[in-house]
């Protein structure tokens, strides 16, 4: 089995469309120019021109996957395939050379629910795009789960199955209700108000999904002292200047025959002054022979 690489989605959210971050749209009201303008700016929508972006026009279903997989950073890059996954082998009316089709398949294999027989050019209601949102959202990450209730006047309206997602839409804080405090599930979706949820969802996973520190690499050299003893040398190699630093903290003999060195590492301080030479930023122990030396990161206090 092999792991296909990741379909990239280099089409525009329409496939008519063009794409210039170094125009601002005419047609869009400041309510969401804000949101449209970032979200051109990293290539999730475009206008039908460069001067009209038609917030007001509706959104197919095809582009509403396309923004979703887009703006959620959606893709295929943890699963593998026995093939290369196509479109016609999911859905019944998705050509395989379609310019939304790698979005299909993306979404497809990330949760989301897409009828086998979708017409791509239909256009899509407010619950069917804010249940497929929060299941993209919901795909990236572990959210706080409020214990909290929104009553929704028109919620007889709302497919049973989609009510959790929607509520968890407004929860988000994603859309709102109106100043009737209706959500109308039934109605057509615009494309300056999916612009707006799309949006919102970024903010969301931005603000709730931290960036895994990169975790710096620490090479271990093991020399014989004697038939007993070992010097165990923990490196972060070479360094600009002396400012860059590792600590052992300490050893700690395990079952498995291993001795686990704890280490810290200790970057230049702020207004400090260090030489400019090329240093190696290195601390040495020693441990019995009878042990392997390995080494971990020493947990945070």
Same mark, same amino acid.
């Given at each position: 089995?092999?792991?296909?690489?990741?379909?990239?989605?280099?089409?525009?959210?329409?496939?008519?469309?063009?794409?210039?971050?170094?125009?601002?749209?005419?047609?869009?009201?400041?309510?969401?120019?804000?949101?449209?303008?970032?979200?051109?700016?990293?290539?999730?929508?475009?206008?039908?021109?460069?001067?009209?972006?038609?917030?007001?026009?509706?959104?197919?279903?095809?582009?509403?996957?396309?923004?979703?997989?887009?703006?959620?950073?959606?893709?295929?890059?943890?699963?593998?395939?026995?093939?290369?996954?196509?479109?016609?082998?999911?859905?019944?009316?998705?050509?395989?050379?379609?310019?939304?089709?790698?979005?299909?398949?993306?979404?497809?294999?990330?949760?989301?629910?897409?009828?086998?027989?979708?017409?791509?050019? @239909?256009? =899509? !209601?407010? *619950?069917?795009? +804010?249940?497929?949102?929060?299941?993209? #959202?919901? %795909?990236?990450?572990?959210?706080?789960?409020?214990?909290?209730?929104?009553?929704?006047?028109?919620? @007889?309206? =709302? !497919?049973? *199955?989609?009510? +959790?997602?929607?509520?968890?839409?407004? #929860?988000? %804080?994603?859309?709102?209700?109106?100043?009737?405090?209706?959500?109308?599930?039934?109605?057509?979706?615009?494309?300056?108000?999916?612009?707006?949820?799309?949006?919102?969802?970024?903010?969301? #996973?931005?603000?709730?999904?931290?960036?895994?520190?990169?975790?710096?690499?620490?090479?271990?050299?093991?020399?014989?002292?004697?038939?007993?003893?070992?010097?165990?040398?923990?490196?972060?190699?070479?360094?600009?200047?002396?400012?860059?630093?590792?600590?052992?903290?300490?050893?700690?003999?395990?079952?498995?025959?291993?001795?686990?060195?704890?280490?810290?590492?200790?970057?230049?301080?702020?207004?400090?002054?260090?030489?400019?030479?090329?240093?190696?930023?290195?601390?040495?122990?020693?441990?019995?022979?009878?042990?392997?030396?390995?080494?971990?990161?020493?947990?945070?206090?």
């Amino acid at each position: 089995m092999k792991k296909i690489a990741a379909l990239t989605l280099t089409t525009a959210l329409v496939s008519s469309l063009t794409f210039s971050s170094a125009f601002a749209f005419t047609d869009v009201e400041e309510g969401q120019a804000a949101a449209i303008s970032a979200l051109q700016d990293r290539g999730i929508v475009s206008g039908i021109d460069k001067d009209h972006f038609v917030p007001k026009g509706k959104i197919s279903y095809a582009q509403t996957i396309q923004m979703i997989v887009k703006g959620m950073n959606l893709n295929l890059d943890t699963l593998r395939f026995i093939k290369q996954p196509l479109a016609s082998d999911i859905f019944t009316n998705i050509p395989n050379d379609a310019w939304y089709a790698d979005a299909f398949i993306i979404a497809h294999y990330n949760g989301m629910n897409i009828p086998k027989d979708v017409n791509p050019n @239909a256009t =899509i !209601t407010r *619950e069917q795009f +804010g249940e497929m949102l929060v299941r993209a #959202l919901e %795909k990236k990450g572990n959210f706080p789960l409020v214990k909290m209730f929104i009553p929704i006047k028109d919620e @007889a309206q =709302i !497919t049973p *199955e989609y009510q +959790g997602a929607l509520q968890r839409l407004l #929860l988000y %804080k994603i859309a709102e209700l109106d100043k009737a405090g209706m959500f109308n599930p039934k109605a057509d979706l615009t494309r300056g108000e999916a612009a707006g949820w799309i949006y919102n969802a970024i903010r969301v #996973l931005e603000t709730h999904i931290q960036k895994p520190t990169p975790i710096e690499d620490v090479s271990v050299t093991v020399e014989k002292v004697n038939d007993d003893v070992n010097k165990v040398t923990l490196s972060r190699g070479q360094k600009p200047n002396s400012g860059y630093s590792i600590a052992i903290q300490n050893v700690r003999f395990d079952q498995n025959g291993q001795a686990v060195i704890s280490y810290t590492l200790q970057d230049p301080k702020p207004d400090t002054m260090y030489a400019e030479v090329i240093t190696e930023a290195k601390a040495v122990t020693y441990v019995s022979s009878a042990y392997k030396a390995v080494a971990e990161p020493a947990a945070a206090n």
